[in-house]
Nanobody
């Protein structure tokens, strides 16, 4: 079994910063691509940023220059540093990872989601 657990969300004022973490645990042989998604009320889930196993990154246009995705492979953990937050960044943020387990089975896994609210 593999689990992803997010942490670091909360309420922040516009212009503020938050750092999200996503820790993977369980029967993990290798973590491939990791990503952050978000879903605002009444909207579809959208990709925020992704990072490959070698560190290559990709960002949604709406967060470029404000968000930074990173990972610590030794800790099986991914981060999302969010700066200059705007009210439109308010959403539930989800961690996603493509993981190979010790049986060499590959699967996509999701965290439970964490709320980020940007409001004055």
């Amino acid at each position: 079994q593999v689990q992803l657990v997010e942490s670091g969300g909360g309420l922040v004022q516009p212009g503020g910063s938050l750092r999200l973490s996503c820790a993977a645990s369980g029967s993990i042989f290798r973590i491939n691509t990791m990503a952050w998604y978000r879903q605002a009320p009444g909207k579809q889930r959208e990709l925020v940023a992704s990072i490959g196993s070698g560190g290559s990154t990709n960002y949604a246009d709406s967060v470029k220059g404000r968000f930074t995705i990173s990972r610590d492979n030794a800790k099986n953990t991914m981060y999302l540093q969010m700066n200059s937050l705007k009210p439109e960044d308010t959403a539930v943020y989800y961690c996603n990872a493509i993981i190979s387990d010790w049986g060499r089975r590959i699967g996509g896994y999701w965290g439970q989601g964490i709320q980020v609210t940007v409001s004055s």
